[in-house]
């Protein structure tokens, strides 16, 4: 060997080993294998996005979760054997495990456990940017983390390579005394309650203008919407909770101002925490005078994720406001195709496409609303004009109930915004 081949023998790679993940879901007994797979794809997902890698699923049928290990004693072995034989490094659990659960299954395992919200709570993190978010997470990880520590836990910020998602939010210690857990609960709420104070002077501030919320299942493409409304050049990109933090800007549309804020993302079973830690984000939802729900018309579970952000508005008493529906990525939903396609395709084929009719989807939606819905593609600004003639439209509608006679006794000084159409 020469002195070169030595040398580079010798060198040690020092890049974060991608951490590797089991998913484990138990089928209900109204549930089909199908429908538990679609939210296992969901949280493997999730997984992608904390930065892990998913490598094999494990299902299995119960009609309620074993009340020590969440799965039974021969499915435990069978999951304890193959993280064993394939040195995987978390287990995550498509619900929400009890304190007494985490502790059992950490200690057969021998490996982090995750159960679903204590996933979304870590993505959640990695992803705030404002002091407001920042705090809203680290509050809601507390909180759920405090009756689960354990001392295999090794969340709190204990910075360490693989995901760079954890840690962060905590004690360095592994021991962490609850008491300091506590106090540290009680001075981030004091933090949050300084911060929301300022936001809702901010939005006092913003009153005799219409406020406008785009709202929507994660990762539907709200803030390449918004992008496109504002070139704001915000984060977009293909990963659950892209957006944490909610952004407001000023659109002018034919001469009738009107802010626009991005939310964040709602989810099947976002965690109770989070909901309560984030209400002064989804303030913005909560006094917006129009939303805009938006929807991945290219998934194939749509019309679930309509009813989760549908049920999410009600809980927040934000259901009866106007809504502007948009059907999004168009461009790769299954679209109906025509009577002479249809006929050179089998029965089987039709039914395992999933074909999407955009007419009648608009005509469901239309008896629903008064606004008729509008279907697009932010993506490649697919009808972004119709977009924005449908919103202008409403907005205009709103704006004439604040001010009767805007249009004839007031002329609109652009200069003063720096947001262009």
Not at 61 to 79: C, H, N, Q
Request: proline share 3%; aromatic share 6%.
């Amino acid at each position: 060997m020469s002195k070169y081949s030595r040398k580079i023998a010798k060198l040690v790679d020092t890049a974060p080993k991608e951490e590797t993940a089991v998913l484990i879901a138990l089928i209900h007994q109204q549930e089909t294998e199908q429908v538990v797979q679609e939210h296992l794809d969901e949280l493997a997902f999730l997984t992608e996005t904390l930065g892990a890698k998913s490598i094999h699923r494990f299902t299995q049928r119960m009609d309620k979760p074993d009340a020590r290990t969440f799965v039974g004693s021969g499915k435990l072995e069978e999951i304890k054997t193959y993280i064993e034989y394939f040195s995987v490094d978390m287990a995550i659990f498509d619900e929400d495990l009890s304190p007494s659960q985490v502790k059992i299954l950490e200690n057969e395992l021998k490996i982090k456990v995750y159960d679903r919200s204590m996933l979304i709570l870590d993505i959640f993190l990695s992803r705030a940017q404002t002091a407001q978010a920042k705090t809203q997470v680290e509050l809601a990880r507390y909180q759920y983390l405090l009756p689960r520590l354990t001392r295999m836990w090794t969340h709190l910020e204990r910075q360490r390579g693989g995901t760079a998602t954890r840690g962060g939010a905590g004690e360095k210690e592994i021991e962490t005394d609850k008491r300091d857990i506590r106090q540290k609960i009680d001075l981030l709420k004091e933090k949050l309650k300084k911060i929301e104070k300022q936001g809702h002077t901010q939005r006092k501030g913003r009153k005799g203008i219409v406020r406008v919320a785009l709202v929507g299942y994660t990762n539907v493409g709200k803030s390449t919407l918004m992008n496109l409304l504002t070139k704001a050049n915000i984060l977009a990109e293909n990963k659950l909770f892209a957006t944490v933090d909610s952004t407001v800007r000023k659109v002018v549309l034919e001469n009738i101002p009107f802010l626009i804020s991005d939310t964040v993302g709602f989810i099947r079973k976002l965690p109770t925490h989070l909901i309560e830690s984030f209400k002064s984000t989804l303030a913005e939802i909560e006094e917006a005078d129009l939303l805009i729900h938006v929807v991945d018309l290219s998934h194939p579970n749509f019309e679930d994720q309509i009813t989760v952000v549908n049920q999410t508005l009600n809980e927040m008493g934000a259901g009866d406001k106007p809504v502007i529906m948009v059907f999004n990525k168009i461009d790769v939903a299954p679209k109906m195709p025509s009577e002479e396609e249809l006929m050179l395709m089998s029965a089987h084929e039709v039914e395992e496409a999933n074909f999407i009719d955009f007419e009648k989807l608009e005509e469901s939606y239309a008896k629903k609303s008064s606004i008729s819905p509008v279907f697009m593609a932010a993506g490649n600004g697919t009808n972004i004009e119709g977009f924005r003639k449908v919103v202008t439209a409403e907005v205009k509608k709103i704006h004439l109930k604040i001010y009767p006679h805007y249009l004839e006794d007031e002329v609109l000084d652009l200069s003063q915004y720096s947001v262009e159409d």
